[in-house]
């Protein structure tokens, strides 16, 4: 069983920082793709950002040149270091990624159970 956990919420004041981590843990033969979506109270989760293995990183245009996704894959690790926190980014922040979980077993999704992120003005 594959378990993502992750830490590094909390409240800070706009225009300080916060760092996410994401640890996945269990049963993982390959992971092919890291990343972080927000829900806002009343609104829809939206991608945040993702690292897919190969391909490009994608950001939302809102967080784009203040949020920074990394990837440890020693430690099956995904991180969000968020720069410059605006009010907007309060939310709940869910890690996503897509494992395969044993060989020959297929992909699968998987989410953390999510951290709150909270901007004071």
């Known amino acids: 069983q594959v378990q993502l956990v992750e830490s590094g919420g909390g409240l800070v004041q706009a225009g300080g920082s916060l760092r996410l981590s994401c640890a996945a843990s269990g049963s993982i033969f390959s992971i092919n793709l890291m990343g972080w979506f927000r829900q806002a109270p009343g609104k829809q989760r939206e991608l945040v950002a993702q690292?897919?293995?190969?391909?490009?990183?994608n950001y939302a245009d809102s967080v784009k040149g203040r949020f920074t996704i990394s990837r440890d894959n020693a430690k099956n690790t995904v991180y969000l270091q968020m720069n410059s926190l605006r009010p907007e980014d309060t939310a709940v922040y869910y890690c996503h990624m897509l494992i395969v979980p044993q060989r020959w077993r297929p992909l699968s999704e998987y989410w953390g159970q999510g951290t709150q992120v909270t901007v004071s003005s």
């Open positions: 690292m897919p293995n190969g391909a490009n990183t």
